[in-house]
């Protein structure tokens, strides 16, 4: 929360309670949800526009909305070698035909071997490497064809 704080230029940030942790796919629902209810309802394009005099306001409201509902610590630490695996299966069964059907090129998924020992390298496979679009397009296909598999199978929340 100190960097968020500091990206903000907040000198003397206020301590907030955490109302709960959520997960990554909520999160974002779960903030704009919050943004609105301190007066900073999105706009069209999914963020913030306000005037110069409301910047401080609105970066305030976004740090108390992120304190109060923060992503749980699980979700920022590496996965594991069963996680990976996961995420292998999906890009193979799943996400790489999703793409295809989408009329997306898309490259040839590595081993599972190779997948593995590319992690965290530039030889990382990722599905996505190789689709383009412009915004609005991406984001139709990030719909239809997510980049991860549930979080709730990822992590077992289920």
Known sequence: MAQLADAYGLKNPPTVAVVREVTPDEF???QADCM???GFPQDASGGY???NDQAEALHLAIYKCTAMFP???KYSVPLDEQQLELVYDYYVNTLVPCLKAHGSPVDQPPSKQTFLGTIGTADEYSPY???TGDESQLQ???DACPALPP???LYGDG
């Open 140 to 142: 139709a296909l990030q």
């Open 36 to 38: 609105t209810q301190f």
């Open 151 to 153: 979080t709730d199978e």
């Open 129 to 131: 490497a190789s689709v």
């Open 28 to 30: 974002a629902q779960v």
């Open 71 to 73: 992503t749980a610590a």
């Open 49 to 51: 526009s306000v005037p």
